[in-house]
């Protein structure tokens, strides 16, 4: 080689150092501000290299002896195999083994390497050439660049090793959340393929994940389905952002199923959409619950009619309707007659059968723009379109004469009755509530007026409704206020004139209302469910005062008590005289309870069964307003009852009406063939009073005798007559 060649070789490798040392600065200057940033998810590189140097943080023993085969083997591979005559020790070849050492094994191995091959190139490389001395200030430079070289690679391959580390740790978290939720995830590119699908999407398509990248929605969904996922998806990417909205999609399995999906388009860093994200929650089941509970707020539960709500929110339509097109709207109020007794008789589960029943007849009954709401209990209001107030009285038959048919219920032939009150908008009232209160005050009045009727409001049943809800709301209160009294009517023998009983009739002295009759307020009492307590109250005071009585030696007679119809069907009636009379010692023969014809004449065979166990008691048992309603003969037979009570309306004019004394007669008659006896009440004039001897009438209760008196006038009147009779 010449001087100018060899000036040549020397100037290139003065080069080949220079740009090592200039490549591997700006590379420094790169990596160091790459790394330097300090955010959520990178940390200074010291940090992380410091940690690179702990022995099991991540990091293989075999590493160690790893990085010095490599350098060994460069050193070998340089000593020997490289051309002697190369004048520069070529340094950078050692880059090669430090460089693997870091990248495989991390800072520990890189920086071991770097050692190795430094000591190693001072020693075996540039020792043969220039002694142990650094002749060469390139040499120096190059030999510690290598060093820094080393430290750096080592120190930026452990943050790399570390930021790996970090992120698959994530995408590991991140997996596992998206594995592990029960919500569709999916990735869909811009032509709606799928490209990423978590393990719900394929439980869903019931198809392998695998199998479902690559293909579309209409590959995966019936056509109607895909429609609308596509649509949707269009929908996002032109609004380009994220949305929430319904998806009414058919699976793969037949399943109609409603999801709820968040979809997002997907960005490149510069604002591209890629593709499109979606989250969808199938909402089927929560919908259906959701659709439930709505139902159940709207809708009776027993027999799946409108309920109250709903009504309120028909009736609004109704009446605006009406309003608008200057027309009419009918509202009956059905009420069932006696239901209270087929429940407390047969059970509630009959009574409930019999409703729904019923429910289905009604609606059955009805036009279709016509509808029947159950308020609860036996209750149910019609809401009745249409001008023709003349054809609703034939509309509220048709009902009855529907309720009246028979309803097999188990091994059960029920038969009901139903009572209507007819309100119409807007003469009778403008809203709903005002429209029902009218309705329902006209059902009262059917009901009074003997059931199984209809009527129409007017506007004198408005004050008795008034009337009737101030009676209740009082007589809630009645007991507790010592309101109440019972005074006691005499019962006379028809041919010697001896007191033989008393009845205890109750009245109520109000403080307002002034003193009510018991004609208004009892069935009032009957129909609010007060009249249970108020009547055991009322037997009560009459025993006690009949022990009172024979304890200051009257003469013993018999005390009479009223049962109301509730009472009288009430199970517990026999166990509750029976304590009764045990508490307040008195003897049974001394009580005789009473009850009407239509009670006992209304279930027969129940009527039976009480009286029994009443006579077994050995309290006596008499029918009071006996003529009046219809009573088999065969079940008269049946009732273990002591006497028949003549009603008072045949008694009244007996002297004159020749019916009345024709069926007073039949009565007496009657009772005398039965071997029962006779009671006439109402008896005001001595007319009267012969006639009913005349034909063998027992006993006598009227005002010709005496009014209904209070206890202590009831033993003036006692003493009294004890005195004219000596
Ligand atoms: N379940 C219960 N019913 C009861 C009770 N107390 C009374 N009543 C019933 O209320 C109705 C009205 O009773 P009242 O106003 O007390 O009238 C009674 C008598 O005062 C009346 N009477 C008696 N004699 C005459 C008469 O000569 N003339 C005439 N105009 N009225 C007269 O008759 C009623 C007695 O009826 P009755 O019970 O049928 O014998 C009435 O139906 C009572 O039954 C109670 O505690 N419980």
Redesign the pocket.
């Given at each position: 080689m010449g001087a100018r060649e060899s000036q040549v070789v020397i100037w290139l490798s003065s080069a080949k150092g220079v740009f090592f040392v200039v490549c591997s600065a700006a590379g420094y200057a790169l990596a160091m501000r790459a790394v330097s940033t300090r955010d959520d998810h990178r940390q200074p590189l010291f940090e992380v290299a410091a940690r690179g140097l702990v022995p099991g943080a991540g990091h293989c023993w075999y590493h160690y002896p790893l990085a010095l085969l490599l350098v060994g083997t460069m050193l070998v591979v340089r000593t020997h195999l490289v051309d002697a005559s190369e004048p520069r020790p070529l340094m950078v070849l050692f880059m090669l083994p430090i460089m693997v050492s870091a990248l495989v094994g991390g800072l520990g191995p890189g920086l071991l390497a770097t050692a190795t091959a430094a000591v190693g190139i001072k020693l075996l490389v540039l020792h043969p050439l220039y002694s142990m001395r650094f002749a060469d200030l390139r040499d120096l430079m190059q030999w510690l660049l290598l060093i820094v070289n080393g430290v750096v690679a080592g120190m930026l391959s452990e943050f790399m090793r570390s930021a790996l580390r970090k992120g698959e740790s994530h995408r590991k978290l991140l997996s596992g959340i998206i594995g592990g939720t029960s919500d569709a995830v999916y990735v869909k590119d811009l032509q709606g393929r799928y490209l990423l699908v978590n393990q719900a999407t394929a439980a869903f398509l019931d198809m392998p994940a695998d199998q479902i990248l690559g293909r579309t929605d209409e590959q995966l969904f019936s056509a109607p389905s895909a429609a609308r996922m596509r649509q949707q998806d269009q929908l996002v990417m032109r609004a380009g952002r994220t949305q929430t909205s319904e998806e009414h999609l058919t699976l793969p399995d037949g399943r109609q199923a409603l999801f709820l999906s968040t979809k997002g388009p997907l960005l490149d860093s510069a604002g591209h959409a890629t593709g499109i994200f979606g989250i969808s929650r199938d909402v089927t089941e929560r919908k259906l619950a959701e659709e439930r509970i709505e139902h159940l707020a709207h809708f009776d539960v027993l027999t799946g009619l409108p309920n109250r709500v709903q009504l309120d929110e028909s009736a609004r339509q109704a009446i605006l309707k009406a309003q608008c097109e200057g027309r009419k709207l009918a509202v009956m109020f059905l009420d069932l007659d006696r239901f209270k007794d087929i429940n407390d008789s047969l059970g509630h589960s009959i009574g409930d059968a019999l409703l729904v029943r019923l429910a289905r007849r009604l609606r059955l009954t009805l036009r279709a723009e016509d509808s029947v709401a159950r308020l609860g209990g036996d209750e149910f209001i019609f809401l009745l379109h249409g001008d023709d107030v003349e054809a609703l009285p034939r509309v509220a038959q048709k009902i009855l004469d529907t309720v009246l048919e028979p309803f097999a219920v188990e091994q059960h032939e029920l038969s009901v009755s139903a009572s209507i009150g007819v309100a119409v908008y807007p003469q009778d009232g403008k809203d709903l509530e005002t429209l029902v209160r009218c309705a329902d005050s006209a059902m009262y009045r059917a009901k009074q007026n003997g059931r199984n009727g209809y009527c129409f409001f007017t506007s004198d049943l408005e004050a008795e409704a008034v009337r009737r809800m101030q009676i209740v709301g009082a007589l809630r209160h009645a007991l507790e206020n010592r309101e109440l009294s019972v005074h006691y009517?005499p019962q006379v023998d028809a041919h010697d004139g001896r007191i033989i009983g008393a009845?205890?009739?109750?009245r109520w002295q109000h403080p307002t209302l002034g003193a009510v009759?018991?004609?208004e307020f009892?069935p009032a009492a009957e129909d609010s469910g007060l009249?249970l307590s108020i009547?055991e109250w009322?037997l009560r005071q009459a025993v006690r005062q009949m022990r009172t009585w024979l304890d200051q030696g009257m003469a013993p007679f018999m005390m009479a008590?009223?049962?109301?119809t509730t009472?009288f069907r009430h199970p517990d009636l026999p166990q509750l005289v029976s304590n009764i009379l045990a508490q307040e010692q008195l003897e049974p023969q001394y009580l005789e309870l009473?009850l009407t014809e239509g009670t006992a004449m209304h279930d027969p065979l129940a009527a039976i069964a009480v009286m029994d166990k009443l006579h077994e008691l050995g309290v006596r048992m008499a029918i009071?307003?006996f003529g009046i309603a219809y009573s088999s003969l065969s079940y008269l037979k049946k009732f273990k009852i002591y006497k028949l009570?003549i009603d008072?309306s045949f008694v009244r004019d007996i002297s004159t009406d020749p019916d009345d004394r024709a069926i007073v007669a039949a009565i007496i008659n009657l009772a005398r063939s039965l071997g029962l006896h006779t009671i006439a009440?109402?008896?005001?004039h001595p007319a009267q009073l012969e006639y009913l001897r005349e034909q063998g009438c027992d006993e006598i209760?009227?005002?010709?005798y005496s009014?209904?008196l209070t206890a202590g006038q009831f033993e003036a009147y006692v003493s009294e007559r004890r005195l004219c009779a000596a």
């Amino acid at each position: 080689m010449g001087a100018r060649e060899s000036q040549v070789v020397i100037w290139l490798s003065s080069a080949k150092g220079v740009f090592f040392v200039v490549c591997s600065a700006a590379g420094y200057a790169l990596a160091m501000r790459a790394v330097s940033t300090r955010d959520d998810h990178r940390q200074p590189l010291f940090e992380v290299a410091a940690r690179g140097l702990v022995p099991g943080a991540g990091h293989c023993w075999y590493h160690y002896p790893l990085a010095l085969l490599l350098v060994g083997t460069m050193l070998v591979v340089r000593t020997h195999l490289v051309d002697a005559s190369e004048p520069r020790p070529l340094m950078v070849l050692f880059m090669l083994p430090i460089m693997v050492s870091a990248l495989v094994g991390g800072l520990g191995p890189g920086l071991l390497a770097t050692a190795t091959a430094a000591v190693g190139i001072k020693l075996l490389v540039l020792h043969p050439l220039y002694s142990m001395r650094f002749a060469d200030l390139r040499d120096l430079m190059q030999w510690l660049l290598l060093i820094v070289n080393g430290v750096v690679a080592g120190m930026l391959s452990e943050f790399m090793r570390s930021a790996l580390r970090k992120g698959e740790s994530h995408r590991k978290l991140l997996s596992g959340i998206i594995g592990g939720t029960s919500d569709a995830v999916y990735v869909k590119d811009l032509q709606g393929r799928y490209l990423l699908v978590n393990q719900a999407t394929a439980a869903f398509l019931d198809m392998p994940a695998d199998q479902i990248l690559g293909r579309t929605d209409e590959q995966l969904f019936s056509a109607p389905s895909a429609a609308r996922m596509r649509q949707q998806d269009q929908l996002v990417m032109r609004a380009g952002r994220t949305q929430t909205s319904e998806e009414h999609l058919t699976l793969p399995d037949g399943r109609q199923a409603l999801f709820l999906s968040t979809k997002g388009p997907l960005l490149d860093s510069a604002g591209h959409a890629t593709g499109i994200f979606g989250i969808s929650r199938d909402v089927t089941e929560r919908k259906l619950a959701e659709e439930r509970i709505e139902h159940l707020a709207h809708f009776d539960v027993l027999t799946g009619l409108p309920n109250r709500v709903q009504l309120d929110e028909s009736a609004r339509q109704a009446i605006l309707k009406a309003q608008c097109e200057g027309r009419k709207l009918a509202v009956m109020f059905l009420d069932l007659d006696r239901f209270k007794d087929i429940n407390d008789s047969l059970g509630h589960s009959i009574g409930d059968a019999l409703l729904v029943r019923l429910a289905r007849r009604l609606r059955l009954t009805l036009r279709a723009e016509d509808s029947v709401a159950r308020l609860g209990g036996d209750e149910f209001i019609f809401l009745l379109h249409g001008d023709d107030v003349e054809a609703l009285p034939r509309v509220a038959q048709k009902i009855l004469d529907t309720v009246l048919e028979p309803f097999a219920v188990e091994q059960h032939e029920l038969s009901v009755s139903a009572s209507i009150g007819v309100a119409v908008y807007p003469q009778d009232g403008k809203d709903l509530e005002t429209l029902v209160r009218c309705a329902d005050s006209a059902m009262y009045r059917a009901k009074q007026n003997g059931r199984n009727g209809y009527c129409f409001f007017t506007s004198d049943l408005e004050a008795e409704a008034v009337r009737r809800m101030q009676i209740v709301g009082a007589l809630r209160h009645a007991l507790e206020n010592r309101e109440l009294s019972v005074h006691y009517q005499p019962q006379v023998d028809a041919h010697d004139g001896r007191i033989i009983g008393a009845e205890a009739l109750l009245r109520w002295q109000h403080p307002t209302l002034g003193a009510v009759s018991p004609a208004e307020f009892i069935p009032a009492a009957e129909d609010s469910g007060l009249m249970l307590s108020i009547g055991e109250w009322v037997l009560r005071q009459a025993v006690r005062q009949m022990r009172t009585w024979l304890d200051q030696g009257m003469a013993p007679f018999m005390m009479a008590v009223n049962l109301s119809t509730t009472q009288f069907r009430h199970p517990d009636l026999p166990q509750l005289v029976s304590n009764i009379l045990a508490q307040e010692q008195l003897e049974p023969q001394y009580l005789e309870l009473e009850l009407t014809e239509g009670t006992a004449m209304h279930d027969p065979l129940a009527a039976i069964a009480v009286m029994d166990k009443l006579h077994e008691l050995g309290v006596r048992m008499a029918i009071d307003d006996f003529g009046i309603a219809y009573s088999s003969l065969s079940y008269l037979k049946k009732f273990k009852i002591y006497k028949l009570k003549i009603d008072q309306s045949f008694v009244r004019d007996i002297s004159t009406d020749p019916d009345d004394r024709a069926i007073v007669a039949a009565i007496i008659n009657l009772a005398r063939s039965l071997g029962l006896h006779t009671i006439a009440e109402g008896v005001e004039h001595p007319a009267q009073l012969e006639y009913l001897r005349e034909q063998g009438c027992d006993e006598i209760q009227g005002f010709y005798y005496s009014r209904p008196l209070t206890a202590g006038q009831f033993e003036a009147y006692v003493s009294e007559r004890r005195l004219c009779a000596a």
